[in-house]
């Protein structure tokens, strides 16, 4: 493909929209809620902010750079900017991300649309109340053929927009569900905060406990900045490579590190006092948010309209999340296997729908489907974000680091010297994705 024919963004504004839709999503306002509860509450979330814009924010740089300036898939662009090296090898850690993230992923789509059908049954209406929304979920998360159904239909829906193409796809689609589930979420976070009993929940969120803080807890905030970011597993590397060189590389970062920390900040707002008012267990996992939602919508105004608004336009956000990681496959079978697109999104829709399959199995009460005592949902999901997206980050900030060299990062920063970003900010982040981010991320990986 040579750089004319690859898709680029219609838009400045466009190339925005793709890369919030892609990091905003469910691990936002799904996983992390649950990781603030199985990690003890503030300390984790003051952990987590201070790893997304000391180590995210330069990492989000570092990707954006190798995209832009390789145009490729993750595999290609280390090939094209290191020609004769092994560093093209790291990029199939992304093809790994993919499939480990994807699987879980398709599956927690899946309860999205059935909280869906049950939001539009009106099965969180006011009459609802009383309903134990624990018990329901376990008996519909562990059974045999719902959720795969619904999996299936998020698998589908997802390729059917990967198909349209980068630009009518993906810009169109992801325009008009940020602002929408942002007001939703606003909405929630007042009506949370009246709970009886939210203050404990408040107290849980800001008054941070220390002593808490493990190796695991470390590893568990990294791993769920780069899920949250969409770091360390090519997605950035593909949407950067569709951006035009004349945009600002820094401000895209920063607008996009900026929204996803507030979506991840209001879910956990709205959630965790709602955890406290009803007794729900903070450290339940998974299940945390899905549990957690009803309970608010049956005690609200208007709450079956709020949920179902509000369940459409988070699956709008994970369909968009989604995308970008079914085309970091896509992109990588086209340009390195010469598949034509449709083959290619049909490989990767039986990939996800087989490893989703096995996943959401691996819930049923008895099933055989676990590796160590955790089943394959909960060990993709530990080890996509906590391994296989950190060590991805360590090899791109490695290569942007130590291959690509500061003179052609300043480069890439300031579009050859046309965008004028203060010099000393491009060149502290160069020293972070240098130096302070590898050793931090391997001393954490270490130690974990
Ligand atoms: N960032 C997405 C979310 O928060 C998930 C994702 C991870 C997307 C990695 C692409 C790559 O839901």
Same mark, same amino acid.
């Given at each position: 493909?040579?750089?004319?024919?690859?898709?680029?963004?219609?838009?400045?504004?466009?190339?925005?929209?793709?890369?919030?839709?892609?990091?905003?999503?469910?691990?936002?306002?799904?996983?992390?809620?649950?990781?603030?509860?199985?990690?003890?509450?503030?300390?984790? +979330?003051?952990?987590?902010?201070?790893?997304?814009?000391?180590?995210?924010?330069?990492?989000?740089?570092?990707?954006?750079? +190798?995209?832009?300036?390789?145009?490729?898939?993750?595999?290609?662009?280390?090939?094209?900017?290191?020609?004769?090296?092994?560093?093209?090898?790291?990029?199939?850690?992304?093809?790994?991300?993919?499939?480990?993230?994807?699987?879980?992923?398709?599956?927690?789509?899946?309860?999205?649309?059935?909280?869906? @059908?049950?939001?539009?049954?009106? %099965?969180?209406?006011?009459?609802?109340?009383?309903?134990?929304?624990?018990?329901?979920?376990?008996?519909?998360?562990?059974? %045999?053929?719902?959720?795969?159904?619904?999996?299936?239909?998020?698998?589908?829906?997802?390729?059917?927009? @990967?198909?349209?193409?980068?630009?009518?796809?993906?810009?169109?689609?992801?325009?008009? *569900?940020?602002?929408?589930?942002?007001? !939703?979420?606003?909405?929630?976070?007042?009506?949370?905060?009246?709970?009886?009993?939210?203050?404990?929940?408040?107290?849980?969120?800001?008054?941070?406990?220390?002593?808490?803080?493990?190796?695991?807890?470390?590893?568990?905030?990294?791993?769920?900045?780069?899920?949250?970011?969409? #770091?360390? *597993?090519?997605? +950035? +590397?593909?949407?950067?490579?569709?951006?035009?060189?004349?945009?600002?590389?820094?401000?895209?970062?920063?607008?996009?590190?900026?929204?996803?920390?507030?979506?991840?900040? !209001?879910?956990?707002?709205?959630?965790?006092?709602?955890?406290?008012? =009803?007794?729900?267990?903070?450290?339940?996992?998974?299940?945390?948010?899905?549990?957690?939602?009803?309970?608010?919508?049956?005690? *609200?105004?208007?709450?079956?309209?709020?949920?179902? =608004?509000?369940?459409?336009?988070?699956?709008?956000?994970?369909?968009?999340?989604?995308?970008? #990681?079914?085309?970091? *496959?896509?992109?990588?079978?086209?340009?390195?296997?010469?598949?034509?697109?449709?083959?290619?999104?049909?490989?990767?829709?039986?990939?996800?729908?087989?490893?989703?399959?096995?996943?959401?199995?691996?819930?049923?009460?008895?099933?055989?489907?676990?590796?160590?005592?955790?089943?394959?949902?909960?060990?993709?999901?530990?080890?996509?974000?906590?391994?296989?997206?950190?060590?991805?980050?360590?090899?791109?900030?490695?290569?942007?680091?130590?291959?690509?060299?500061?003179?052609?990062?300043?480069?890439?920063?300031?579009?050859?010297?046309?965008?004028?970003?203060?010099?000393?900010?491009?060149?502290?982040?160069?020293?972070?994705?240098?130096?302070?981010?590898?050793?931090?991320?391997?001393?954490?990986?270490?130690?974990?």
């Amino acid at each position: 493909m040579t750089e004319s024919d690859r898709s680029s963004f219609g838009s400045r504004f466009g190339v925005i929209v793709a890369m919030v839709g892609s990091a905003v999503g469910l691990g936002n306002i799904w996983r992390f809620p649950y990781m603030v509860g199985e990690n003890g509450g503030a300390a984790f +979330i003051l952990i987590y902010l201070a790893f997304s814009f000391l180590i995210s924010l330069p990492v989000f740089c570092a990707e954006f750079v +190798i995209g832009r300036r390789g145009r490729s898939n993750a595999v290609g662009a280390f090939r094209k900017l290191a020609p004769g090296s092994k560093w093209y090898l790291g990029g199939f850690l992304s093809i790994i991300a993919v499939f480990l993230i994807l699987s879980f992923y398709s599956v927690v789509g899946g309860w999205g649309i059935k909280y869906l @059908v049950d939001s539009v049954a009106l %099965k969180f209406s006011a009459g609802a109340a009383g309903t134990d929304f624990g018990a329901s979920f376990a008996a519909f998360s562990t059974g %045999k053929v719902a959720p795969l159904v619904y999996m299936l239909i998020f698998v589908l829906v997802t390729a059917a927009v @990967v198909v349209l193409g980068v630009q009518k796809g993906i810009e169109r689609f992801s325009k008009w *569900m940020m602002p929408l589930l942002f007001v !939703l979420i606003l909405v929630l976070v007042v009506r949370s905060a009246f709970l009886p009993g939210a203050g404990a929940g408040y107290s849980y969120l800001f008054r941070p406990d220390f002593s808490k803080i493990t190796s695991e807890t470390l590893i568990a905030a990294l791993g769920q900045s780069f899920f949250s970011m969409s #770091l360390g *597993m090519g997605a +950035i +590397i593909i949407y950067g490579s569709y951006v035009k060189r004349s945009d600002n590389i820094l401000n895209h970062s920063l607008i996009t590190v900026s929204l996803d920390t507030v979506f991840a900040l !209001l879910a956990a707002c709205a959630i965790m006092p709602a955890v406290f008012s =009803f007794g729900v267990q903070p450290n339940q996992g998974p299940g945390l948010v899905f549990v957690t939602l009803p309970y608010i919508f049956t005690n *609200m105004p208007l709450g079956s309209l709020v949920a179902v =608004f509000f369940f459409i336009s988070l699956l709008l956000a994970a369909v968009s999340s989604a995308i970008s #990681l079914v085309e970091v *496959m896509v992109s990588f079978l086209i340009e390195e296997c010469r598949c034509s697109r449709k083959l290619a999104v049909g490989i990767s829709i039986a990939t996800q729908a087989i490893f989703g399959t096995l996943c959401s199995l691996s819930l049923m009460p008895d099933s055989p489907l676990k590796v160590g005592g955790l089943t394959l949902f909960d060990l993709f999901d530990k080890i996509s974000s906590d391994y296989v997206l950190t060590i991805g980050a360590l090899l791109i900030v490695l290569f942007v680091g130590w291959k690509i060299k500061k003179a052609n990062f300043m480069d890439e920063m300031t579009s050859g010297g046309t965008i004028r970003i203060p010099k000393w900010i491009a060149l502290v982040i160069f020293w972070i994705i240098k130096v302070v981010a590898p050793l931090a991320i391997l001393t954490i990986l270490i130690f974990s």
